[in-house]
Every structure is written in structure tokens, then in C-alpha cells.
């Protein structure tokens, strides 16, 4: 009987399984060799930057020592600040920087003893860095060289730039630009703060207002100096002066960019769209009386009522709106926005229709500087305003009916949703709401339904506010109140109407306007206002309606009026726990004023 051989062979699984464990194997193979090859490359690279660096520190050695130093710089001398070398097809930028050195050994400019000829030696220092080479920081080499004999007395001066952070603390490594114009040729010097952030430029020329300078480092602010000029008539930074054997000192303040992402929405959280701003920062000014600031932009934001405000340096900003369709009733956080050196802040600004003259009043507490929710803030005056809002509140307002029925949702404000047919919005007093007339006398009773209003998100309902707070006496008590109603859905399959106790039994009056917390955490609101008579000869009247609430777009510690005319007001602030705090302020135009609070 023949035999029978078995050939048994790979799987598939078995051969996908090789297959993977053999790449990873020849992955990490070819990864342990690429990265080999390239501690090789860069080594090359190094070894012939410090070729390069040896042969340019050797060319200044034997240089005469008054050439020793950068073309138009200081010291000045035959090097150029920068050029290109090309060695082995690559291509190597050398930058070449000297410094005077003041040696203490004979004492300093400026110090104890005074040395007049401040300029004892110089150091050297060469950089280089390849092109295209994967390189990231260069190398550098340094040499001092020193003079054949003892320095002359000298007429020149020295300039120590300093430059420092917000915090303060030195700002090693910046960027240093120098240019002195008077001088012909034109004197330049770029240079790096040293770890201390200074940087000293020994035996300079004299020269009056003659050194422009700026600062600046990667991810950084800039700060300079600035000529006077039609639009900078009173620099707060001028060019810099050198005087002859002096120290002439300056500082620069530089730190790292932050951003604003701003949003502008109206009261209710929807957001405002193609809303035009301007913002300015009022702690660095570019000159003072006229004032100048060094940042003052404007910006629209976009269809979707936000834009990124990007690159800005430390600052205090004010924000503005300026297209004359809306007004800021208030921000959060309060302006000015205080943006900390590479910080990103959110700001939402919330807008109102634009009047011609209205007052944003922000409450502080005056030991912590945060802004005080819940203060009771009155303004009077203005030929018999008077009016009491609550800071840290928002507020739904309804004073005009004459717009009849028909409207669904609140979007013209004259409007509303139904009324009984025995109610009259019209009349010598427009807008008010009255009980009709049958023949000569009233009506005994009518109610109106509102429109629906539309929070945008979630709110907590408060208060009813009720104008006016009297009825006439013949009308009877309670002669006109309200009920209120809440949902999630703007189309409910029926509203219920509630009063202050969360039943329909109840009603809401100038006596009782407290809302209770189970009408709040919703969206879409409805209220249903009474009016009836116990004597059908006068009518109980609405004038203004509000509704007051908090939601994540009420901003802290303000409150808003607007529709004033342009007069002298009292604004009274008062508060539980807080002395009483009152003032006069002129409203022209859109204004603000700041309320500071002490604790009793």
C-alpha cells in the first residue's frame, strides 16, 4: 500500500500574524537607523558650524581693535551683523554681536568710582544656524578682545535698555532694536537682553532724542519708543537720549500674547450678529492730553455674534458699541476686561436697542473689587425720572399694547397674543391698558394673554415689577393682577397660568410678586394680566409690566437704563450689609459710572 505523504502549510492567520510581528520588527529596524543617521547628520552639521565660528572669531582677533565691532553699531567696526557662508552645498547664517564691556576692576559708568572711559574691552559673540537643516537653536562661540593699550578718556555716554514682564521679572533673551538717524551713517544695533533682561551698550554717541528703540520676542508683545508727530503730539515714550559720561536708562515692558473670545447677545442669550464694536486698552498709552492709545481697534463681529480677538498684549480694554443700532447694557465680566499676560478670556457683551442717552451703573464691593449682584440701584432726576432696578438682575419689560392681538411670539413689542374683547390698548394715553367701555360705563372685568417670550436658554425667574403701583380706590383691591406661565416647549399643548403659589387659584399683585422656583428652569414664558372694577365708572390701568430674572447672560453687579434725556441725575445704591452710597452723574449720550461699596 502506497504511503501518503502530508504537506501541512501555513494558516492565514498564521501568515497575517508573521507578516505583522516581521514588520514591527523591521519598523523599529529602520526607525533605530533613521534615527542614527540623523544624530550623525546633525553632528556634521555642528562640526562645521564650529569650523565656521572658530574662522570668524579668528578674523576679529586680528582685526585692529577700533575695528572690532558692527558695521554702523556699537562698537563700530568692520563685521558685518549678518551674512550668509556656504560650506558643502549648505548654506549657514552667521551673526556677528559685540559689546563694550565695562570691567569693574576701574569702576563703572555712572557708579563709584565713576569711569569715564567705561569702554575696557570688547566680547565677541558668533552664531550660526543652518538652513533647512532640521536645526533648531544655533551654535554660538564668543571671544573677548582687549585693547593693546590702556583705553582714552572718553565723550560718549552708555544706553541700559531694561526690559521686564508684566510681573516684573526680567525678560531674558528679547529682541533689542536700536537706531540713531542723526548720525551719519546711520548707527543700527540688534542685540538680546541678557538673563538679568538688560542689555548695556557701552560708550555710545551722544545724542538727544536720537536712539529709537523697540523691543520685542517670539509669542511676545512689543514695546518702542515714539517721535513726536501730528498724531502722537505728547509721547509718553520718546526716543531716548545719550549724554556724554552718563548712564541713560530705559525700560520696556513686553510679555506674552493672550486673546478675547467676545460674544455679543441680547438679553434673552440669543446672539447678535454683525454687531460693530470698538475697543481700546487704557493702561498703555502711546501719549496723554490728547490721549493715544497704543491699542484702539475696531471689529465686527460675525454672523453668529462671537470673533476671536487674537494677539493682544496685557491690558485693561474697554469695549464700545458703536454702529448706533444697539447699546451694551452690561458684560461679563465688567469692563474693563483685564487680560493677563498669555491669558484668554471670554467676554460677552449683552445688548439693548440704542437711545440716544442711557446710564450702564456697575456696583463693586470696595474691599475685594467684585461686583455686587442684588443692590438696590435708584436714579432720579431728568425733569421727574425716577426709577429703582436691581444690579445683577435681567429684566423682561413690556409698556406698549397698541399693536392689538394676533402675535405668537414676542417679536414687536407693541403686540400681544388674545384678550377677552373687553379690553382697550388705546385711547388718550397710548399704550396703557384699560378696561373697555360698554356705552359710558366700563366694563366690570377683561384679562390679556401675551406673546410668548423666548429666554434662549433656561432662566430663574424672580419678580413681577407692576406700573403703576396704585389703582384708584373705587376699583377695589386687587383690581389688577396677573398669573404667569412656563414651559420648555414654545408651542405647549396649552399654557397653565399660575399665581405665587404655584396653583391657578392664585394671583401675582404689587403686594405679592414673588415668583416661586416651580415656574423657573425654562425656556418660553407667558403672563395673563386681570383687570376688573367694582365700579363701573373707572378702570384699573396697566403702564409697564417687568419681569426680572438671572440666567447665564445677566451680567454681574450692573444695571442698565436707557430712554433718558440728557440731564443730571442721583444714582442711590443701597444693600444689605453695605453703607448707602449715593452721587450725581450728567448723562450725554451712552454713559457709565462705577459704584464703589463698603461694608457697614
Known sequence: MPKIKSHQGFTLVEAVVAS???????????????????IVYQSRIKILETALLSEELEVARNLPYESVGILNGVPVGALARTKTVTRNNLDFLITATVRNIDDAFDGTIGGSPNDTSPADYKLVEMSAICFGCGQAMPIKLSTMVSPRQLEGASSNGALFIEVFGEDGLPVAGADVHVANTDLNPDLIIDDTTDANG??????????????????????????????????????????????????????????LLGSINFNSVNATCVAVGNANFNMYGSEKMLSIDPDVYKYN??????????????????????????????DIAGTIPPLPIVLHAGATQDVTAILQP??????????????????LSDASVRLTGGGGYDQTLSTGVGYLRQTDWSGGTGQVAY???????????????????????????????????GNLESSTFDFGAPITLRNLVIN???????????????????????????????????????????????IPASLSDKRYLRYKAYLSTT??????????????????????????????????????????????????????GNADTFVNMSTL
Request: aromatic share 12%; with cysteine; glycine share 8%.
Open 411 to 445: 417679536v414687536i413689542e407693541n403686540k400681544y397674543f388674545s384678550d377677552s374683547g373687553t379690553i382697550n390698548v388705546s385711547g388718550a394715553t397710548a399704550g396703557n391698558v384699560k378696561l373697555k367701555k360698554n356705552g359710558s360705563k366700563y366694563y366690570l372685568s
Open 354 to 371: 440704542h437711545s440716544a442717552n442711557s446710564l450702564l451703573v456697575k456696583v463693586f464691593d470696595s474691599g475685594t473689587g467684585l461686583p
Open 468 to 514: 403703576p403701583l396704585t389703582q384708584p380706590s373705587q376699583t377695589g383691591a386687587n383690581s389688577l393682577k396677573f398669573q404667569l406661565a412656563t414651559s420648555n416647549s414654545s408651542t405647549p399643548a396649552s399654557w397653565s397660568f399660575v399665581g405665587p403659589d404655584g396653583t391657578a387659584g392664585t394671583y401675582f399683585t404689587v403686594a405679592n410678586p414673588t
Open 297 to 326: 481697534q475696531n471689529f465686527l463681529t460675525g454672523g453668529a455674534g462671537s470673533i476671536a480677538l487674537n494677539n493682544l498684549e496685557f491690558n485693561d480694554y474697554h469695549i464700545s458699541a458703536t454702529s448706533g443700532v444697539y
Open 20 to 38: 505583522a510581528i516581521f514588520l514591527l520588527f523591521a519598523i523599529g529596524i529602520y526607525s533605530g537607523l533613521s534615527l542614527v543617521f540623523k
Open 198 to 255: 538688560y542689555l548695556r551698550i557701552i560708550d555710545t554717541p551722544t545724542g538727544t532724542l536720537a536712539y529709537h528703540i523697540t523691543v520685542s520676542k517670539d509669542g511676545y508683545s512689543s514695546d518702542y519708543t515714539v517721535a513726536t508727530s501730528p498724531a502722537v503730539p505728547a509721547p509718553v515714550k520718546p526716543p531716548s537720549n545719550v549724554n556724554e559720561q552718563t548712564v541713560t536708562d530705559i525700560s520696556f515692558s513686553i510679555d
Open 535 to 588: 365700579n363701573n365708572n373707572y378702570t384699573p390701568i396697566l403702564s409697564e409690566l417687568s419681569i426680572t430674572y438671572t440666567n447665564s447672560c445677566t451680567p454681574p453687579g450692573q444695571a442698565f437704563f436707557s430712554g433718558l434725556s440728557a440731564s443730571s441725575y442721583t444714582v442711590t445704591v443701597t444693600r444689605s450689609g453695605y453703607a448707602n452710597n449715593a452721587g450725581q452723574v450728567d448723562v450725554v
